[in-house]
């Protein structure tokens, strides 16, 4: 059964609706904020990703980010940023970007659900996984460049690629 199948007609759900229902399917921490922004803890490989999710209605997005910690040392900040943007180069459905105030590395993506669209369970549970994938791809090189001290392509061999298929 598909994850469309559990809802009997989408177009009268909220976005966050359906991410609720994902959370409480996958089995995830979570919090409704508000009607139109929900926070979860999804359990990686690496760490523990925090997610939240908001639908702005004014301009049909439903926006993700992905945090988790990171605080690479001040003289290692030139390396830290080339290998973001290394890997923000190997990656098409989201960017990390660094609120360094914050010690955050940030994973942020905007489904844009223009002219009364709506998003399938389906399509949300994907951009949900795809920000973890990307975290876990990329979170050893981020901590290659910062404390082992390796240059930015040694770190992104790491990352190198995806796996695909089944072991």
Same mark, same amino acid.
């Given at each position: 059964m598909s994850l469309s199948e559990d809802f009997l007609s989408t177009e009268d759900l909220h976005p966050i609706d359906i991410v609720e229902t994902l959370a409480e399917h996958h089995d995830w921490e979570f @919090?409704?904020?508000? @009607? @139109?922004?929900? /926070? !979860?803890?999804?359990?990686?490989? &690496?760490?523990?990703?925090?997610?939240? +999710? /908001? &639908?702005? /209605?004014? @301009?049909?997005?439903?926006?993700?980010?992905?945090?988790? *910690? !990171?605080?690479?040392?001040?003289?290692? !900040?030139? *390396?830290f940023y080339d290998v973001l943007n290394r890997c923000n180069d190997m990656v098409w459905t989201g960017?990390?970007?660094?609120?360094?105030?914050?010690? +955050? !590395?940030?994973?942020?993506? $905007?489904?844009?659900?223009?002219? $009364?669209?709506?998003?399938?369970p389906e399509q949300i549970d994907r951009l949900i996984g795809s920000a973890v994938m990307a975290a876990e791809r990329f979170y050893p090189a981020f901590q290659l460049v910062s404390w082992a001290e390796r240059s930015p392509a040694e770190a992104m061999k790491v990352a190198i690629a995806e796996a695909y298929g089944r072991a």
């Open positions: @919090d409704r904020v508000t @009607d @139109d922004q929900i /926070a !979860m803890a999804v359990e990686g490989q &690496w760490r523990t990703y925090s997610l939240t +999710l /908001a &639908w702005s /209605a004014q @301009d049909e997005t439903l926006r993700l980010i992905c945090t988790f *910690e !990171m605080e690479p040392p001040e003289k290692r !900040m030139g *390396e960017a990390f970007t660094f609120w360094a105030e914050q010690k +955050l !590395m940030v994973w942020r993506y $905007g489904l844009v659900l223009s002219g $009364g669209q709506v998003a399938t």
